[in-house]
Every structure is written in structure tokens, then in C-alpha cells.
């Protein structure tokens, strides 16, 4: 499979290389020369002002992808897991979780905690990423950007960034209306309202609505586990003046409530457990930027308050059986500020100068309810080979852990550029502090019997109370260096050079409390060993040297254009989440001692003839261990857990002019995208082979409303898309099978 997908790319690659000197000698009229894109997808004009980096990327020295609003509501993305489908080597899972909102590019990536990739929607920093996962709606533009970007943006996107636009009143004037119905009962509505009370204010107002049912069954229950229902909104109110003056307030909030997770146990490959699972989330973003455009300089204020409250139980492994159940509820409190000033773009010699700060506060508690075969088969159970009988004085027994997590963070950075001629130099320098601490506070308290082979029969207390708190600090220094190089007479297209430092946040990884607190309850007991908690709970920052060559290429028309890049990772401390041997209920956070990642990626556009448009996106990484010895094992040469070897998307698209009134394009849509090979485990004993899953759509479309038929994963293909272990047991998450669906877009 892999070998035909390649055979497919070069195929692809060798007829859009031949298109684009085809399309090269003849140039379209002035009047009909398309806009530049910024990427290798077509961007409508839009009126967004990027603060840290100019709109058209294809002027950088960054690999990039970026995709208008016109190609979202065409390819009808919905959320951040979808984008991935037609990005190189970014990789997004879906999980069925929206806590589990786990990015992996060029080989790097976590399932829990600290991100690998930044979020930023309308320039707002998103703090924590267990809120990446929710539904867009009303999106201008969405860039992702590759490769390490912390000396402009800071902690947690040493992977790259994804910066999501959100629609403009002084773009758009009106009201849009959606309709969707599709497998599963999925629903899906939206209203929005776009309006400009004069020139300089403008505002909207839009919410959405949307349910499944779901497609996995749980045979305990007979029911549905992974059903849905979320809304949200949000609200924007912008000002313009005559005097470079800008002022922008966005609020939006998020209310979600799904079920279960399809996670079928390999051993018989059912889904079948009998606790409930549930995840709900509620929260709030409200982001404010201020900005001046004056002669000499610009300057912008960024301020964000978040709030998230969720709640998680889970029935930790997912058996038919009564072992024990998850409770997590959180409440965080976060707000930022970034603080940019800017020279003008029109000069030889460019600098942006920033300050950015941070404070967060997060609260949790996380029981842990063992029930009966929990008790037994994990506790009593360990008096057997002592010819000893063990009873528990309750049907349940309570592992409680408390946490509360105060941190903050504070930044200093410099970026500039100089053009000489063909020539762009630029160099940035950032320094990042960040200090955190963990107060917890563990509680557990029993009763048991145990009777020895005479018959007697001894009564046993057990009390575990310990309270504690764990502290870190890091300080970074993130330099860049680049240099860029444009070719051809208008200058478009450039070679370039990277050199950047990548950086991930150190932490503490609440989910091994439960263990901890189980090992302190057996060695009441008389076996069981104690974990050192600072050494199981904290772990360290991440850090990457990252090394990439790229051009962005297109012909005089536009009409082909082609990104290629080359990239070498180098990274030391990588964060890994890993599962510890034997009975155990938590996932342990580590950090493996080194690891590489290298590959390279391919991203072409052409449209060949005036309505048929290609497109074609591959990535390759090959992210392996240097050095990672356990001291149980050796993983060294190992390939590195949940990161694909290939992506790939390969898609066409035809537009047919009808020419009536009523009805102006029919547009035909067809698309495949794969992933994989993935690995699922540091031994690399487990794996989903690469899989493709085949789309196609088509399209009604008018000025004023269009509808879509669609359907996704039309050849029914299985794949897994995560893989865990609770007890020693292992599970896999199926993907979705096949689906189809309607859509139903008005504007007014």
C-alpha cells in the first residue's frame, strides 16, 4: 500500500512538474490574474492582519499551508482533526475524546499535557489543549505552520503553530445559515449575523448546534458509546478610525457532552464495558488586541482571559467487568498578555520587538473507586501465595487525589530582517521563563480481615494521608536564524534556510497519583513498592534543533505552485507518554534521552484547465530513538509511538459553469488521504499498517446558498487510530466507517 501511494505522488508530481512549464509561457490579463495565494491553497482576499508575521507566507522562510474560508466550507472541514487530512506530516488523530486533542508532526507529539503545536484564534494564545478540539465555525483563514516557531510565539509550538482567522463584519455583511444532516443522525446548525453600524465599528453574533449519535456500540449496553451534543457562539466587535487605530473583542464559549469511548479490547476485538463514560466540557474565551499603526512603528496589545471547567469518568478498563472507574474533574482559570511592537514593512531593514506574560490556575480532583473485582484481583489477591485469606470491609474502595496547579511565565523577544537585493536575512533571539508548582493532597482510608490457614482472623486499618507540594522553574533562550532567496524577474519564488530552537514546558502529570497512591495502600498492606513522587510525577522540558531547507515555487499565472521542504530534527529530553509494567491504572509521563527525526514534504497545486484543479500534499519523517534505555529495556533505533511515517492527500476538483441564474457551479469533488506507518508502542511490536480513506462530494452552489452531497471513507476501510493499555490489558480505538451526509449553506 505504501509503495502504490508513493508510485501515486511521483506520478502526481512528475504531471504537475510538467504542467507548471506548460503553464508558464502564457499570462493572464491583468483583470484576471488570480490573487497570490499563500500556500498551496487558493486564499480569497480577506481582510485579516497577521501582528507577528506578514499574510502572504509564501514570503517566508517557514513551511506553511493555509486554507480560506471559500476551501473549508468546500471541503467541508469542521474542526482541527479534519485540517490535518490535507496537511503534510501533521497529524491528528481522532481520538473520539475531544479531551484528547493530540497533535504529531515531523515526529514529535504528546498524548497528554504540554502541546507540541501552539493554537492561536484571532492572534488569542490557547493555553491548555485539551480545548484545541472544538467546532469551526465562520473561519476566515486557518494557516499551519511547520517546524519550530518559539522565538515569536513562545512555550509548547516547537512543532509549529496553527493560526485561526475568524470571519470580519468589514469583510462579510449579512447573515449565513447552516443545515446538516449525515450517518449516525448527525446534526449540525449554525446563524451567524454580520453587520457594520458605520465605516468604523462593525460587529457579529453567531452560534452553532450540533449532535451525533454516534456509530460504535457498546454490547454491554446495547447502546451507542461515542454520542455528541455541543454549541457555542461568539461574538466580535471591531473599530476602525482614520488614524491607524484598531480595536477588536471577541468573545466565544463551547458547551460539550459526549459519551464513551469505542475502545475495543484486542483480545476479542469488542467493545464491551459496563461503567459509565462520560466527558463534558464548558468554556470561555474572551480575547482583546489593540492596535496602532503609526509611521515610524506599530504597536499591538494582545489580552486574553480563559476559563475551562470539565469533568472525565471513565471506566478505566473497559471490561465487563466491576475493576474501577476515573472521575477528573477541572476548573482552570488562565489569562495573557502579549505586548508587540513593529516597524514598517516598506523598509530594507525590518524588527519586531515583544513582551509576553502569563498566569494560569488549575484545580482538580481525581478519584479513583476501585470496585469488587478491582479489589480482588488487584489487592487481596496478593495474600494468596501466602496461604493467607484476605476480606475488604467495603463493597468499593476510594483512592482520592486533589490538585491544585498555579503557574505563570514571562517572555522577552527580538526578531529582525534585512532585504539586500534578492537576498532576506533575519535572526530572533527569545528568552522564556516559566516557574510552576504542584500542591496535592492524597487520601485514602480502609478496613480488611485476613484469616491465616488456623483460622484466625486479624482486623487491619489502613490511612493514607499525604499532602505535599512539587516545584519547577525553566528558563530558555530561543534563537533563529534564516535566510531567504528569491528567484525569477517578479521575485516569487524563494529558496530558504532554517535554523531554530525548539522548546516544550516541563510538568506534572496528575494521572499517576492513582498509582502512587496504590503502591502507599499495598505497602500498608505488606507488599507493593513506593514510587518516588517527584520521580514519577515531574518531568522536563523538551527541547529540538530543528534544521530545514524549503522553496515555495509557482509559475508567472499562479496557476501551479509547489512547496517542497527537507527537515532534520535533533531532540533531547523528547516528552513520551508511556504505560508502566504490570497492574497498573495511570499513564506515566517521561522523557526519552534523545531522539532524531528527519523527512521531507511536497505540497502541489495546478489547475491545468480553467475549471479542473489538482492537488496533491505528501509528508515523510522517520522519527526514531537515539537513546532511551529504561533500564528494563533498550529502545535505541526504535521508532518513536503514535508519529506516521507517511502522510498524504491527493485530490481533485471540478467546477462546472452553468451559466443559469438559479444555479451557477456544480462542482465535483474527489479526494483521498492516508497516514501511516504507526507505531503504537516503544517496542514497536504493535503498529497500524498506512491506510487511505476515499471522499467525494458534490456541490450546488449560488451566491446566496449551496448544498453539498457527500460521503467520507466510501470504501469502508478499517483502521485504528490510538491504542492504550489499563492493567496490562490492550485496547485500540477504531476510526469511523463509512459515512455520507447533506449540507445546506444560505447566505443573505
Request: glycine share 8%; net charge neutral.
Amino acid at each position: 500500500m505504501i509503495r502504490q501511494a508513493i508510485h501515486i505522488i511521483f506520478l502526481s508530481a512528475c504531471i504537475l512538474l510538467h504542467a507548471m512549464s506548460v503553464c508558464a509561457a502564457p499570462a493572464l490579463p491583468e483583470d484576471s490574474t488570480p490573487v497570490l495565494a499563500d500556500s498551496v491553497i487558493q486564499v480569497e482576499d480577506i481582510q485579516v492582519t497577521a501582528i507577528k508575521q506578514g499574510l502572504n507566507l509564501r514570503n517566508q522562510p517557514v513551511t506553511a499551508s493555509v486554507i480560506g474560508r471559500t476551501d473549508l466550507e468546500r471541503r467541508h472541514v469542521a474542526a482541527l482533526k479534519e485540517v490535518s487530512q490535507v496537511v503534510p506530516n501533521f497529524h491528528t488523530p481522532d481520538y473520539g475524546s475531544r479531551m484528547t486533542s493530540s497533535i504529531y508532526i515531523l515526529g514529535l507529539g504528546a498524548r497528554i499535557d504540554q502541546p507540541v503545536m501552539g493554537l492561536n484564534i484571532d492572534n488569542i494564545p490557547y493555553l491548555n489543549k485539551d480545548a484545541y478540539d472544538f467546532d469551526l465555525t465562520d473561519i476566515e483563514r486557518i494557516e499551519v505552520l511547520r517546524g519550530p516557531q518559539s522565538t515569536l510565539f513562545g512555550r509548547n509550538t516547537m512543532g509549529g503553530v496553527i493560526n485561526v482567522y475568524t470571519l470580519s463584519p468589514f469583510t462579510f455583511e449579512g447573515v449565513r445559515l447552516g443545515m446538516e444532516y449525515g450517518s449516525g443522525n448527525t446534526q449540525k446548525y449554525r446563524i451567524s449575523t454580520y453587520y457594520k453600524t458605520s465605516e468604523r465599528v462593525g460587529f457579529s453574533v453567531g452560534a452553532y448546534y450540533s449532535k451525533t449519535d454516534g456509530f460504535f456500540k457498546n454490547l454491554y449496553t446495547g447502546e451507542k458509546c461515542d454520542w455528541e451534543r455541543s454549541g457555542g457562539g461568539r461574538f466580535k466587535v471591531q473599530y476602525r478610525n482614520l488614524h491607524g487605530l484598531r480595536i477588536d473583542n471577541t468573545f466565544s464559549f463551547v458547551k460539550l457532552e459526549q459519551g464513551g469511548y469505542p475502545y475495543a479490547y484486542v483480545e476479542t476485538g469488542q467493545i464491551a464495558y459496563n461503567d459509565p463514560s462520560d466527558y463534558r466540557r464548558t468554556n470561555f474565551n474572551d480575547g482583546l488586541t489593540i492596535r496602532y499603526e503609526g509611521e515610524k512603528f506599530s504597536v499591538a496589545s494582545i489580552t486574553s482571559y480563559q476559563y475551562l471547567d470539565d469533568r472525565m469518568n471513565l471506566d478505566q478498563d473497559f471490561l465487563p467487568l466491576s475493576y474501577f472507574t476515573l472521575t477528573q474533574a477541572r476548573r482552570e482559570h488562565a489569562v495573557t498578555e502579549d505586548l508587540v511592537f513593529r516597524s514598517p514593512d516598506d523598509k530594507a531593514y525590518r524588527w519586531l520587538l515583544g513582551a509576553f506574560g502569563f498566569y494560569r490556575h488549575t484545580s482538580m480532583h481525581a478519584p479513583v473507586l476501585f470496585k469488587e473485582d478491582g479489589i480482588r484481583n488487584l489487592i487481596l489477591d496478593r495474600f494468596e501465595p501466602q496461604g493467607i485469606h484476605a476480606e475488604w470491609g467495603e463493597d468499593t474502595f476510594l483512592l482520592d487525589s486533589r490538585f491544585r496547579t498555579p503557574d505563570y511565565g514571562a517572555a522577552l523577544y527580538h526578531e529582525s530582517t534585512y532585504d539586500a537585493g534578492r537576498w532576506r536575512f533575519t535572526a530572533g533571539l527569545r528568552v522564556d521563563f516559566e516557574a510552576s508548582k504542584l500542591h496535592y493532597r492524597s487520601y485514602a482510608e480502609a478496613t480488611y480481615t485476613t484469616q491465616t490457614p488456623d483460622g484466625t482472623s486479624y482486623p487491619h486499618a489502613i490511612l493514607v494521608d499525604q499532602p505535599g507540594t512539587l516545584k519547577q522553574s525553566f528558563t530558555e533562550i530561543l534563537p533563529k536564524i534564516s535566510v531567504l532567496y528569491r528567484m525569477g524577474s517578479a521575485r516569487r519564488n524563494t529558496l530558504y534556510a532554517t535554523v531554530s530552537k525548539g522548546y516544550k514546558a516541563g510538568g506534572f502529570n496528575t494521572q499517576m497519583f492513582s498509582d502512587v497512591l496504590q503502591q502507599q495502600v499495598m505497602k500498608q498492606m505488606g507488599f507493593g513498592s513506593l514510587y518516588d513522587v517527584a520521580d514519577v510525577v515531574t518531568y522536563k522540558p523538551e527541547k529540538s534543533w530543528n534544521y530545514e531547507v524549503g522553496a515555495h515555487l509557482s509559475t508567472p499565472s499562479h496557476k501551479v505552485q509547489a512547496d517542497l521542504a527537507l527537515f532534520y530534527i535533533d531532540c533531547r529530553d523528547q516528552q513520551l507518554t508511556v504505560f508502566p509494567e504490570g497492574q497498573v491504572t495511570g499513564r506515566l509521563m517521561t522523557n526519552a534521552g534523545r531522539t532524531r527525526s528527519f523527512g521531507g514534504e511536497a505540497s502541489l497545486l495546478a489547475t491545468l484547465w480553467r475549471n479542473l484543479d489538482l492537488q496533491v500534499a505528501y509528508g515523510y519523517t522517520r522519527a526514531t530513538f537515539v537513546k532511551f534505555d529504561t533500564g528494563k529495556a533498550d529502545y535505541a533505533g526504535n521508532f518513536i509511538p503514535y508519529a506516521p511515517q507517511h502522510t498524504l492527500y491527493a485530490g481533485a476538483s471540478y467546477t462546472l459553469r452553468t451559466g443559469w441564474n438559479w444555479l451557477e457551479y456544480v462542482i465535483f469533488r474527489v479526494a483521498a488521504n492516508g497516514a501511516g506507518r504507526i507505531y503504537w508502542n516503544e517496542a514497536n511490536t504493535f503498529s497500524q499498517p498506512f491506510y487511505a480513506l476515499l471522499e467525494a462530494s458534490i456541490r450546488f452552489e449560488h451566491r446566496h446558498w449551496a448544498v453539498d452531497v457527500w460521503g467520507r471513507n466510501l470504501t469502508d476501510t478499517r483502521y485504528d487510530t490510538f491504542y492504550f493499555m489499563s492493567i496490562g490489558n490492550s485496547f485500540l480505538q477504531r476510526g469511523r466507517p463509512r459515512t455520507f451526509g447533506v449540507s445546506l449553506s444560505i447566505t443573505l
